[in-house]
């Protein structure tokens, strides 16, 4: 039995779905938090819940009578952490939910994970830990000590947490720093489903600074990859970039979101945003040697696939 946390969220419902294909039992946690509508999350993971070897559970992270509860009706296997409050921004504005929620709830996790002898735990951490690097690319090497964001600071946190309880209990531990996913189901507040919406309602895309902001993107498929090749490996702690490791600047994302759907972009400058860095650019060696880890999906292939599931999507609601 694997537990994926986040289960309705953008990556954890294409994960479940992959962990179903290779014919794993998985319990699927989400609290259908209200960020964006409970009916997107609830149809992200529409076909999981008609297989039989999927269970989902609506509940928090930081609930501990619930999480035991689930972790001792079977034996489990693995938990792989994707549950978090998400978003640079907003972290900004309120940053004691960001702690609560994503240290809080992974520091539970990990108890219980040791409580209820389960065999390795993956937390899903993020590229901005490393925050306004000048190590280019990143490297998992790196000290990644001056976070810039309270979400990087919460995740940075949590990834701390992971090696303390290994090193107290021996916990086999994978922290996987996720950089810039994007795909189908992705957050409506993310920048490439927004430009996407916004290009396709002919409405101006807020391009933040100069435009020459550069971020590593990479499709959802190629970071699901990467997680079921954590769950297969012998790994006991370890610390991995999962990445496109092809970084691409904010107005040639732009450009390239308008060629994949078909129309011309109105640009609306704004001052660039607290909590944003330079770059991220991810070092895939150590993925790529351990994991056997390769990003197959380019950017624009992955935004072709982007627009034709939005496309889908509003043909639905239409």
Known sequence: MIVVTGAAGFIGSHLVERLLETGAHVVGIDNLLDNYPRSIKLGNIQLARSHPNFRFVEGDVRDSALMASILSKERVEAIVH?????????????????????????????????????????????????????????????????????????????????????????????????????????RPEMAIHRFIRLITAGEPVPMYGDGHMKRDYTYVGDIVDGIVA???????????????????????????????????SQISRLP????????????????????????????????TRSVEWFRRLESKDH
């Open 82 to 186: 994707l549950a978090a409050i998400a978003g640079v921004r907003r972290s900004v504005s309120d940053p004691v939910v960001y702690v609560d929620v994503n240290v809080g709830g992974t520091a539970n996790l990990l108890s219980l994970a040791v409580a209820h002898n389960v065999e390795r735990f993956v937390l899903a951490s993020s590229s901005s830990v490393y925050g306004n690097s000048s190590r280019i690319p990143f490297s998992e090497a790196d000290p990644c000590v001056q976070p810039v964001s309270p979400y990087a600071a919460s995740k940075r946190a949590a990834e701390l947490l992971c090696y303390t309880y290994h090193n107290l209990t021996g916990l086999k531990v994978v922290i996987l720093r996720l950089f810039t996913v994007y795909g189908p189901r992705q």
């Open 230 to 264: 954590t769950l297969s490996s012998r790994l006991g702690l370890e610390t991995l970039n999962l990445g496109g490791s092809s970084p691409v600047s904010l107005c040639d994302l732009i450009e390239a979101v308008s060629v994949a759907c078909g129309r011309k």
């Open 272 to 303: 660039v945003q607290p909590g944003d860095v330079e770059i991220t650019y991810a070092d895939i060696s150590r993925a790529g040697a351990l994991l056997g880890y390769r990003p197959k999906v380019d950017l624009a292939e992955g935004l």
